[in-house]
Nanobody
Framework: QLQLVESGGGLVQIGGSLRLSCAAS????????MGWFRQAPGKEREFIAA????????HYADSVKGRFTISRDNAKNTLYLQMNSLKPEDTAVYYC???????????????????WGQGTQVTVSS
């Protein structure tokens, strides 16, 4: 079992930056492909970014490529999302997610998350 808790959300101005964290409990974090998703009001949850067990194999949605960076620290059981050049359309609840430990993920496949955090609100305003 893996429990995920996001933090770091808040209110930021257009063009600003935020760093989200996702703290994982359990010893299997290092064995999980991890991802970030977001859900804006009235919209479906959308994939943002994912990375592999050791921080390799990163993949981003086109909407955030070049502005967001996903990373992980397996020693701290923590996933990060550095968000720069934020836009109003980035306003959403952001969720971290984990696949079943030991399973591989390829871009183009459904991420198929087995575990989800509770989400953290990010609001970008002028």
């Amino acid at each position: 079992q893996l429990q995920l808790v996001e933090s770091g959300g808040g209110l930021v101005q257009i063009g600003g930056s935020l760093r989200l964290s996702c703290a994982a409990s359990g010893r299997t974090f290092r064995d999980c492909f991890m991802g970030w998703f977001r859900q804006a009001p009235g919209k479906e949850r959308e994939f943002i970014a994912a990375l592999g067990w050791s921080g390799e194999s990163t993949h981003y949605a086109d909407s955030v490529k070049g502005r967001f960076t996903i990373s992980r620290d397996n020693a701290k059981n923590t996933l990060y999302l550095q968000m720069n050049s934020l836009k109003p359309e980035d306003t959403a609840v952001y969720y971290c997610a984990a696949r079943v430990p030991g399973t591989y993920w390829r871009p183009g496949q459904s991420f198929g998350a087995a575990y989800w955090g509770q989400g953290t609100q990010v609001t970008v305003s002028s």
